[in-house]
């Protein structure tokens, strides 16, 4: 999933962890990214976003802000079943793109 507003990014990768890892490698090495920031990193059980097809959706300031700004960590530092309604930067997520779609 990636948001944008304004020249700010927000982008939530998912999917097997190999590919993951060569996305964001490429994501990390593009010279026109800065102040890259590094929310959540980990597996998942489920994933959330399988009907989203690597498109972008433009974000309100405010609905960018508060899913960037939201706390992303959880205790074990990854996201489980019992972590995902405590998550708030997901919960954030899922809210904006259930309201898109």
């Known amino acids: 999933m990636l948001l944008h507003q304004g020249g700010n990014f ?3 990768l998912e999917g097997p962890e190999e590919g993951v890892a ?3 490698a490429r994501v990390k090495k593009a010279t026109s990214h800065h ?3 590094e929310l959540l990193n980990g597996p998942v059980e489920q994933r959330h976003f399988t009907a989203w097809t ?3 959706a433009e974000a309100a300031r405010s609905d960018l802000q508060r899913i960037a700004h939201a706390s992303w960590a959880t205790e074990l530092g990854r996201i489980s079943s019992a972590a995902n309604a405590a998550n ?3 919960v954030l997520l899922l809210d904006f793109w259930h309201r898109g779609t």
């Open 54 to 56: 690597m498109g972008f």
């Open 22 to 24: 060569q996305v964001y």
């Open 10 to 12: 927000f982008q939530y």
């Open 88 to 90: 708030p930067g997901l």
């Open 35 to 37: 102040g890259l920031i």
